[in-house]
């Protein structure tokens, strides 16, 4: 069983479920949708790299959003 964490995305702190998570369920608990927003982990060098599937969350995590742009023709 794994013990909760907290993580942070955009500045809110959350509680989760450690270990793997998928980023649409993270996203989702942090009040966006998955087909709007891209979950990107912060660096330690401040730098961030957008996640896709699973994401193992640790206490202490980092996370920041991207809206996905839309295009119209």
């Known amino acids: 069983m794994h013990k909760h964490v907290t993580i942070t995305v955009d500045g809110e702190d ?7 998570q998928t980023t649409g369920h993270v996203l989702e608990v942090a009040g966006l949708h998955p087909d709007r927003y891209d979950l990107q982990r912060v660096l ?11 994401v193992t969350l640790t206490d202490g995590d980092e996370f920041v959003t991207a809206r996905i742009s839309t295009t119209t023709a």
Do not use: A, K
């Open 14 to 20: 959350l509680v989760l479920v450690g270990g793997q």
């Open 44 to 54: 330690p060098d401040g730098s961030s790299v957008t996640l896709t599937g699973n």
